[in-house]
């Protein structure tokens, strides 16, 4: 499978084209259809196994049928995929419960029918007269219908001339399942009273009473929860899409003729004037025409600080009003909005981030074949000696039997399912073996600021006054003048005055003064709290001390808001986003496992350079005022140095960017998109569950690898033994159960990995 960031085209290239490719079991079967497209002339293809889906730039002698009708050739369906829509009502990462999932229904009728099989096969006190007949009416539907999925595959690359790991599977269960048809019917394994014992000794046992039936249906089972562990995690593939559409508004009160119409949003056209009142969605893209208010933009653009909006100003599209009533124009609308060209980048990022092949993949393109052969040359070498059939088809069957991947069937699911398991108990989400392999290369993080390095909420960090002046007093009158307002810097000064005072007094003659700020009468005191000019233009000057605070403040990125009663200038009170207390750590905690901590926020760069240097990220690395689209790009740029790059962020704006990067963590109080964009999902919101992650992927890929190369040496150790006679198809199935055990043990070790 193709890793490209993209397609280059050469000048021939006039066209591009995304195909939805059906029918892909493995990572070779994107390797082979891809290989296919790139022969056509004047066609360049990339194939990516984990979406599905096929990047294509064709010249202008080959057309999209012609593209479809080669892939359908090689032995898989294509066809153009259809517009993502949103969802009629939320939409989870998982199917429905509703929902029918064939795959599972397999694997459980399966596994059912298959435990009593395994039991009685290897238990001979559980064997009783004919036991052998209900085994063999047990392995049959699972070989034929739970195995049908490999067969099938294993015919299909047969007609094409290839094999994969459907084609050993699907050999070494008809193998067994032929020998233990054959041993019933024509050797003596069909006696009534026959015991299957199971020995270690080397030619101890008649070939003719020996049955596999076990084996065909357990080597059928593992494979199965295999594939359905893949499939269930590639069906979140989508759904960082979908939370992007469904981020935005659903319906919209349009000014008609004086008055106010409900529509949906889809029947916006630009140029109509839309109302939108406190606490609601912008609809989409346009100018304010009416009112002033504060625009909470936090969860499009990263801004912690709402950006106060009058007549004549931009506003986009899903951002809220958290002030007055706005009436906008829509000056965008549809798929030219903001949000919906962020969904169009996130889905550019997921389709060109290849996944890592399996690693058992890879092998088997060497492996399968060889061991094919191996077995095909076990039984003519062995009848060309003089051996009868029985001797020959044994040698060959154990050949079959040891290399079939039991084995590798468990050695990815069962390490992902206890890191997987152990890493949910520390508020660790990995969503599936493809993300892994790339936690081993990054050395570059990338911490989005709000709301992942900081708390992503506005609060009071500083109280300054006057001389005569407490703090108690400046906090009581703005808190209670500030409550009446629901300006979102009004109500973490207001929020922080009833901590820290209790019950606060009431407010008359409020007002709400555009842009400035607010004034109003508190126990008789004449308040006004807002920009220094508001209390300016009433000549209630800052002292210096004041204003020398004031200047720090904003010198640090912080919002200082000025407080004056009684004709007089008494208070700054410093408002701003803060560092949570747990980030510092975190970042010494990434630089300890070799990664370069980089800042990346669209906030300002005194706000972003302060609190890099509060958690220790160096200054050269802070990337400031950075706007969504530029957040992919710097992520492409640091890939462009050849850097391997993992980006940590929770807002829709980090979405495309977390998908473009190598490795994406998701923080779970976040949003769907960043969330479902990501790799990782960070529950607990704590930026050292970050390096908690990394280090559970390292070690969870660690163990996969070392499943990996147990199941192989087991196997590949005993085929000589198998072709030369010496390992019977019996111990070649106790070695086989071997591997697994150890397989399995090896996983269980992840359970005791503790976080940092």
């Keep these: 499978m193709s890793t490209t960031q ?3 085209p050469t000048a021939a290239v006039t066209e591009r084209v995304e195909l939805s490719i059906g029918g892909m079991t493995c990572a070779s079967c994107a390797a082979r259809i891809e290989k296919k497209l790139n022969r056509m002339d ?29 892939v359908e050739r090689t032995g898989y369906t294509a066809e153009l995929p259809a517009p993502p829509e949103p969802p009629a009502q939320p939409a989870g990462p998982e199917q429905p419960a509703t929902e029918p999932d064939p795959q599972r229904e397999r694997l459980l009728i ?27 009416a047990l392995t049959g539907p699972v070989v034929v219908h739970g195995g049908l999925p490999f067969h099938r595959a294993a015919w299909t690359n047969l007609k094409h001339g290839a094999a994969t790991m459907d084609t050993l599977v699907s050999l070494g269960t008809l193998a067994a399942f032929g020998w233990s048809v054959w041993a019933l019917f024509l050797g003596h394994a069909g006696m009534p009273g026959m015991r299957h014992g199971f020995t270690l000794a ?13 084996t065909a249906a357990a080597v059928t089972v593992l494979i199965l929860l295999g594939r359905w562990l893949e499939a269930r995690s590639k069906r979140r593939a989508g759904a960082a899409l979908h939370a992007l559409l469904d981020l935005g508004a659903k319906d919209v009160s349009v000014l008609q003729d004086g008055r106010e119409v409900r529509l949906p949003v889809s029947r916006l056209t630009v140029g109509a004037r839309f109302v939108v009142r406190p606490g609601e969605k912008i609809a989409t893209d346009g100018t304010v025409v009416e009112g002033t208010s504060a625009v909470d933009a936090s969860m499009l653009t990263g801004e912690s600080v709402p950006v106060e909006v009058a007549p004549g100003d931009p506003v986009t599209g899903a951002t809220v009003n958290a002030g007055g009533r706005l009436v906008v124009e829509a000056t965008r609308v549809g798929a030219d909005t903001r949000l919906a060209r962020m969904a169009k980048l996130v889905e550019e990022a997921q389709n060109g981030k290849a996944a890592a092949q399996r690693l058992a993949d890879r092998i088997s393109a060497v492996f399968v074949p060889v061991v094919i052969l191996i077995a095909l040359g076990t039984l003519v070498g062995w009848l060309l000696a003089g051996s009868g059939p029985t001797g020959a088809f044994t040698a060959a069957v154990a050949v079959l039997i040891i290399a079939c991947p039991c084995a590798l069937g468990l050695a990815t699911p069962t390490a992902l399912m206890v890191g997987t398991g152990r890493g949910a108990q520390l508020g660790i989400l990995i969503k599936g073996p493809e993300v892994l392999e790339t936690t081993r290369r990054v050395d570059t993080i990338v911490l989005d600021k709000t709301g992942t390095v900081t708390t992503g909420r506005m609060a009071l960090v500083a109280v300054h006054t006057a001389e005569g002046t407490t703090e108690q007093e400046a906090l009581r009158l703005a808190g209670a003048l500030e409550h009446a307002s629901e300006h979102p810097i009004a109500a973490a000064v207001a929020g922080a005055a009833a901590d820290r005072l209790g019950a606060l007094p009431a407010v008359t003659d409020f007002e709400n003064i555009p842009g400035r700020g607010v004034r109003g009468v508190v126990d008789g005191h004449t308040v006004l709290a807002g920009h220094e000019a508001l209390l300016a233009d009433r000549a209630q000057h800052l002292p210096p001390a004041l204003a020398e605070a004031k200047r720090r403040a904003e010198a640090a990125g912080r919002t200082a808001v000025a407080v004056g009663w009684d004709g007089a200038a008494r208070a700054v009170l410093e408002v701003s986003d803060t560092v949570k207390p747990t980030s510092a750590r975190a970042v010494a905690e990434l630089r300890a496992l070799g990664l370069r901590p980089v800042l990346l926020t669209g906030d300002n760069r005194a706000v972003a350079e302060s609190v890099a240097a509060e958690v220790g990220i160096a200054p050269e690395d802070v990337l400031a005022e950075v706007l969504p689209e530029q957040k992919v790009a710097a992520v492409k740029r640091l890939q462009a140095e050849g850097r391997s790059v993992a980006m940590v962020g929770d807002g829709v704006n ?6 473009q990067a190598d490795l994406g963590l998701a923080m779970g109080t976040g949003t769907d998109a960043a969330i479902e964009a ?25 163990t996969i690898k070392g499943n990996l190369f147990w ?3 087991y196997n590949v150790a005993a085929i000589p033994l198998a072709a030369a006679g010496l390992l019977n198809p019996v111990v070649a199935g106790a070695t086989m159960a071997f591997s697994s055990v150890f397989v399995v043990t090896n996983s269980l070790r992840l359970r005791s990995f503790d976080a940092g």
């Design 711 to 713: 199941a192989f040496a």
């Design 202 to 214: 080397v030619g101890g046992t008649d070939a003719s009473s020996t049955l596999y039936l076990e």
């Design 678 to 702: 990501g790799d990782l999902t960070l529950v607990r919101g704590d930026l050292r569950s970050a390096a908690d992650a990394i280090r559970l992927s390292r070690r969870t890929l660690a």
């Design 654 to 659: 980090d979405a495309a960017a977390l998908a």
């Design 6 to 8: 993209g397609i280059e």
């Design 110 to 136: 399966s596994a059912v029918l298959t435990v009593p099989v395994v039991l009685l096969s290897m238990v001979p006190a559980l064997q009783f007269d004919n036991w052998q007949w209900l085994a063999f």
């Design 42 to 70: 004047g066609v360049e293809a990339t194939v990516n196994y984990a979406t599905e889906r096929a990047r294509v730039a064709f010249g202008s002698g080959v057309s999209v049928a012609d593209l479809i009708a080669t």
